[in-house]
C-alpha cells in the first residue's frame, strides 16, 4: 500500500521509513493485531501526524517508530538504522541521542524542579556538561518558562507542565520529536498554547510526529495519517 499522503519538496532524505509494519499482541491464546501492513515515509523538518480514534494504533506505531518497541514483521529505519536488528542496549543508546518524547502525562519528577526535570535525563549520558547547561536554558527560554525555572511540578499549571516537557524532549537537540497526545489532559485554549510551541518548532527546522484523536489538533501539520484498525485509511476516519 503506497502513503496517503503528499509530501513536501525536501534537500534531505528521510528520517524514518516504514515498510509494510505490522504488530500483534498475545495474550493467553488470544492474538489482536494492532498494526497491518503500514508503509509511512518520514521525511527531514516534516510534521506529521497520527490521526484515528482510540485503539486504532497510533501509540504503538509511534513507539515503534520511537524505537521502544519492534514490529514483528517489516523493516523500521530510523536516521539510516535498521531497528528491528539494533540490540536493546544499542536502541536505547539511539533514542537518547536521536529521539525527544513528549508524553500526556507529562512524566515529570515531582521533587525536581523546572530546571533539574530538564536535567535528569542528562545526567546518566556521555553528553558535554557544559553543553547541555547552556541547552537547557536555551529550551526553557524556547517554551517561555525562564520565570518558574525554580518551580516544581505542583506549582505549574498543566500547560507549563507540558511545556517543561516539551523542553526536555527538544534539550539535546534531537533527530525526531515524537509527541503521544500532548494536550490529551489540557483545556482547550491550553492545547492550542501548546500546539503553537509545536508549530515553532517545526519552523526551526525540527522533524515532529504527533499522535492525536482530534483533527483540529492535526490541522496544523504539513501532512495527516490517518489510521484505524492498525490500517492507513485514504479518505479519512468514516463517520462513527
Do not use: W
Request: aromatic residues 4%.
Amino acid at each position: 500500500m503506497t502513503e496517503p499522503v503528499s509530501e513536501l519538496p525536501v534537500q534531505q532524505g528521510p528520517v524514518a521509513v516504514l515498510s509494510q509494519v505490522e504488530k500483534t499482541y498475545h495474550l493467553d491464546s488470544i492474538s489482536v493485531p494492532v498494526i497491518r501492513g503500514v508503509n509511512i515515509l518520514v521525511r527531514h523538518a516534516c510534521f506529521t501526524v497520527l490521526l484515528g480514534p482510540s485503539g486504532s494504533g497510533k501509540t504503538t506505531l509511534l513507539n515503534m517508530i520511537g524505537c521502544i518497541d519492534k514490529p514483528d514483521k517489516g523493516e523500521i529505519i530510523v536516521a539510516d538504522h535498521k531497528v528491528g536488528e539494533m540490540t536493546d542496549d544499542e536502541l536505547s543508546d539511539f533514542r537518547a541521542k536521536n529521539i525527544g518524547f513528549i508524553f500526556q502525562n507529562f512524566n515529570l519528577l515531582p521533587g525536581l524542579n523546572v530546571y533539574e526535570n530538564i536535567e535528569a535525563p542528562f545526567l546518566y549520558r556521555s553528553f558535554d556538561s557544559s553543553r547541555i547547561k547552556e541547552r537547557i536554558m536555551e529550551s526553557i527560554a524556547q517554551v517561555g518558562l525562564l520565570e518558574r525555572i525554580k518551580h516544581k511540578p505542583a506549582e505549574l499549571s498543566g500547560g507549563e507542565m507540558q511545556r517543561v516537557a516539551i523542553a526536555r524532549a527538544i534539550c539535546a537537540d534531537p533527530l525526531l520529536v515524537l509527541a503521544d497526545e500532548p494536550t490529551g489532559n489540557l483545556d482547550s485554549h491550553t492545547g492550542m498554547d501548546i500546539l503553537k510551541i509545536f508549530k515553532k518548532l517545526h519552523n526551526n527546522g525540527s522533524t515532529i510526529i504527533l499522535v492525536t484523536h482530534d483533527r483540529h489538533v492535526a490541522s496544523i501539520a504539513d501532512r495527516t495519517v490517518y489510521l484505524r484498525d492498525g490500517k492507513l485509511i485514504e479518505n479519512g476516519i468514516e463517520t462513527e
